[in-house]
């Protein structure tokens, strides 16, 4: 359901595809919420479905027609009434394997376990720098697919940015931990 609402959001930012859906979820919103290509059509057809969203065919040379998806009045509506009813709970799921992995650490042995933060450390230095991808192909997906609308405003400038900012400094916290836990493992 959620999803839905991320969407709305950047439909009402710009008329897209569902395929510059995909990608800027891919490549962006990624940090904050996963979604596959195939979740996201069957959420525009459900939108579309109940109103909150308009779909029309262009024409493409040599390449199949595209779907472009618009949002409709009930849609922004819907979607600012979910963006004004702060819910009772914001319900993060925890699944981190990583983090259950070392939870039984001490049955993997010292040397496996150095393996995984090795890893872990590696993975987290490839998210830095799609990280730092993302931030600029965010602002060219979104910027590029505006059409009919006004470009970004400063407080969306900003929203964008703030997101980016956790997102880095969260990988930066990690990263650094990891880094610790390793030298202190490999000082045992």
């Given at each position: 359901?959620?999803?839905?609402?991320?969407?709305l959001?950047?439909l009402?930012?710009?008329s897209?595809t569902?395929y510059?859906l995909?990608?800027?979820?891919?490549?962006?919103?990624n940090?904050?919420?996963?979604?596959s290509?195939?979740?996201?059509?069957r959420?525009?057809r459900?939108?579309?479905?109940?109103?909150?969203?308009?779909?029309?065919?262009e024409?493409?040379?040599?390449?199949?027609d595209?779907?472009v998806?618009?949002i409709?009045e009930a849609?922004?509506?819907?979607f600012?009434d979910?963006l004004?009813?702060?819910?009772?709970?914001l319900?993060?799921e925890k699944?981190?394997?990583?983090?259950?992995?070392v939870f039984?650490?001490?049955s993997m042995?010292?040397?496996?376990?150095?393996?995984?933060y090795?890893h872990?450390?590696?993975?987290r230095?490839?998210?830095?720098k799609?990280?730092?991808?993302a931030?600029?192909?965010t602002d060219?997906l979104v910027?590029?697919s505006?059409s009919d609308k006004d470009?970004?405003?400063?407080l969306?400038?900003?929203?964008t940015e703030?997101?980016?900012?956790?997102?880095s400094?969260?990988?930066?916290t990690?990263l650094?931990w990891?880094?610790?836990c390793?030298v202190?493992l490999?000082?045992?």
């Open positions: 359901m959620i999803l839905q609402y991320a969407i959001g950047f009402l930012r710009s897209l569902g510059q995909g990608k800027i979820f891919s490549k962006s919103l940090l904050v919420w996963v979604a290509l195939s979740q996201i059509y959420e525009l459900a939108l579309e479905k109940h109103g909150l969203v308009i779909s029309r065919q024409k493409q040379i040599d390449r199949p595209k779907v998806y618009t409709t849609g922004e509506t819907a600012r979910w004004k009813n702060y819910p009772e709970e319900f993060t699944r981190d394997e990583f983090m259950l992995r039984f650490g001490s042995g010292k040397d496996e376990l150095i393996n995984h090795k872990f450390i590696e993975e230095l490839e998210m830095k799609a990280l730092e991808a931030r600029e192909e060219l910027k590029k505006k470009q970004m405003t400063n969306d400038n900003l929203s703030f997101l980016y900012r956790r997102a400094m969260s990988i930066e990690t650094h990891a880094e610790q390793l202190e490999e000082q045992l």
